[in-house]
């Protein structure tokens, strides 16, 4: 896309109404029984059926982004806190040789259950790998998630040559990813590619020659954070 430009789409991400739409079935019955029946206990699960409704709602919405222009630009794949930031390299299932792992910094951003939930794409790139591996459900935020649990991972090769990953993990609530891209798919830097639900993580694996621009604690947003810049100055395309 180009980066000037906004990204749209509908502001619910479609996953989401699936679960909306039971949701929003739920509490109209409930709403409807609790005004035939017009119990305290009656009102009170309508009100609780409502609020999950609306929360299903914001869990689910899918706001424009603005990605930045620039070369040499490794935007957030998700939105959340950055609770890694540290040489490492991806898994190994997704098969990157060792001289390209040599260097990688993996920057995990950890997605709450009130965080946009849809995962966007780092940089221009051609998916060349897609990799699912079945795994645990431990607590997304804790280091050995990354080895441990259920993910879904993506080698991307930019215009230029490089190859980096990023990987959609599950976490403790989490039960399901969504990718959205297959194998050969071009993406644009900020591209919807797809989400978790919920509570979850995106790893990035940044190339060595890239600096990392954020830090443990950092609240970053997918397709507008910055979250490295390559060192060089020359080279064209990232």
Same mark, same amino acid.
């Given at each position: 896309? /180009? =980066?000037? $430009? &906004? /990204?749209?789409?509908?502001?619910? =991400?479609?996953?989401? +109404?699936?679960?909306?739409?039971?949701?929003?079935?739920?509490?109209?019955?409930?709403?409807a =029984?609790?005004w +035939?029946?017009?119990?305290?206990?009656?009102i009170?699960a309508?009100?609780?059926?409502?609020?999950?409704?609306?929360?299903?709602? +914001?869990?689910?919405? %899918?706001?424009?982004?603005?990605?930045?222009?620039?070369?040499?630009?490794?935007?957030? *794949?998700? %939105?959340?806190?950055?609770?890694?930031?540290?040489?490492?390299?991806?898994?190994?299932?997704l $098969?990157?040789?060792?001289?390209?792992?040599?260097?990688? +910094? &993996?920057? #995990?951003i950890?997605?709450n259950?009130?965080?946009?939930?849809? /995962?966007?794409?780092?940089?221009?790139?051609?998916?060349?790998?897609?990799?699912?591996?079945? *795994?645990?459900?431990?607590?997304? #935020?804790? %280091?050995?998630? #990354?080895e441990? /649990?259920e993910?879904?991972?993506?080698?991307? @090769?930019?215009?230029?040559? &490089?190859?980096?990953?990023?990987?959609?993990i599950?976490?403790?609530?989490?039960?399901?990813?969504?990718? &959205?891209?297959?194998?050969?798919?071009?993406?644009?830097?900020?591209?919807?590619?797809?989400l978790?639900?919920?509570?979850?993580?995106? %790893?990035?694996?940044?190339? *060595?020659?890239?600096?990392?621009?954020?830090r443990?604690?950092?609240?970053?947003?997918?397709?507008?954070?910055?979250?490295?810049?390559? @060192?060089?100055?020359?080279g064209g395309?990232?």
């Amino acid at each position: 896309m /180009n =980066a000037q $430009g &906004r /990204n749209k789409a509908g502001f619910i =991400a479609p996953e989401g +109404w699936p679960v909306i739409g039971g949701l929003a079935l739920v509490a109209a019955v409930v709403s409807a =029984a609790a005004w +035939w029946i017009a119990a305290p206990a009656g009102i009170g699960a309508a009100v609780v059926s409502v609020v999950v409704l609306t929360w299903a709602v +914001w869990f689910f919405r %899918d706001p424009e982004r603005r990605t930045p222009a620039g070369e040499g630009l490794i935007v957030s *794949g998700a %939105d959340g806190v950055v609770s890694f930031a540290a040489p490492g390299g991806p898994p190994a299932e997704l $098969g990157l040789a060792p001289a390209e792992t040599d260097g990688m +910094w &993996r920057v #995990s951003i950890f997605m709450n259950i009130f965080n946009v939930h849809v /995962n966007r794409a780092p940089v221009d790139a051609v998916v060349e790998k897609r990799s699912y591996r079945p *795994g645990k459900f431990f607590n997304a #935020s804790l %280091d050995k998630a #990354s080895e441990h /649990n259920e993910r879904l991972g993506l080698v991307l @090769r930019t215009p230029s040559g &490089r190859r980096l990953a990023v990987v959609q993990i599950a976490g403790l609530i989490a039960r399901r990813i969504v990718c &959205r891209v297959a194998e050969g798919a071009a993406l644009s830097a900020g591209q919807r590619f797809g989400l978790i639900r919920f509570g979850s993580r995106v %790893d990035h694996y940044v190339p *060595g020659e890239y600096e990392v621009l954020v830090r443990v604690g950092d609240r970053s947003v997918a397709g507008e954070t910055v979250i490295a810049r390559r @060192r060089t100055t020359t080279g064209g395309t990232p």
